[in-house]
């Protein structure tokens, strides 16, 4: 059976801080991952995604992942977070199950960028 | 960008009485699922799709149906609700089979008193 883990529920950092959300996974099999986002009162909204090649992957509005398959890892990094990252952010594993692809999703970090 | 529309956006029910969902996309895609959100959970799978006509049952189908009448229509039925069934419901759409990327609606809160 596949999980993921988000260890941290929530997160606070200064606006202008470095941010590293973790995020740990179980797979059988490869492991393909997604970050999402999710803004107040809106749906999920992808950020990046990961299915091979280079560990390092580039998202939207600054945001990068690194998979660790050594780790078992794809934690979420940005540089310089900005008050409209505050967000919930979930690391999503794909996986086939059967002839369906299965999606499990960690429970979230709910992220706050303070003034 | 593909557009994923939920009805009603908030939607408050008594214990026993029928509730609809109703989810609408307009890219074409192939697969729809539901999703409940409660907190520490993340998102549960509760039914899917892979085209019209065609409903399979995810995690936590317990109390739940769904319907697909259509490439663009995805319905999750709840046929006598209850207090446990009190969440976040999102729909989603995606293009492929595997490793694919979803597209969500908005949301749908519902409370069932």
């Known amino acids: 059976a596949q999980s993921v883990t988000q260890p941290d529920a929530r997160v606070t950092v200064s606006e202008g801080a470095s941010l590293q959300l973790r995020c740990k996974y179980s797979s059988s099999g490869t492991p393909y991952l997604f970050w999402y986002v999710q803004y107040p009162r809106q749906g999920l909204q992808l950020l990046l995604k990961y299915y091979s090649g280079d560990p390092v992957v580039q998202g939207v509005n600054g945001f990068e992942a690194e998979f660790s398959k050594s780790n078992s890892s794809f934690h979420l990094r940005k540089a310089s977070v900005h008050w409209s990252d505050s967000a919930v952010y979930f690391c999503v594993l794909s996986g086939l199950s059967g002839s369906f692809n299965k999606l499990t999703f960690g429970a979230g970090t709910r992220l706050a960028v303070c003034p | 960008e593909a557009a994923v529309t939920q009805s009603p956006r908030n939607k408050v029910a008594v214990t026993g009485g029928k509730v609809t969902l109703s989810c609408n996309q307009t890219?074409?895609?192939?697969?729809m699922y539901w999703y409940r959100q409660d907190t520490g959970h993340g998102l549960r799978l509760i039914h899917y799709s892979y085209g019209a006509g065609s409903t399979e049952k995810g995690d936590i189908p317990d109390g739940y149906k769904a319907s697909r009448p259509s490439q663009e229509n995805f319905s999750l039925i709840l046929e006598l609700a209850t207090p446990s069934q009190t969440s976040v419901y999102f729909c989603?759409?995606?293009?492929?089979?595997?490793?694919?990327?979803?597209?969500f609606g908005h949301g749908t809160k519902l409370s069932v008193l």
């Open positions: 989603a759409s995606g293009e492929k089979i595997s490793n694919e990327r979803l597209f």
């Open positions: 890219n074409n895609h192939n697969n």
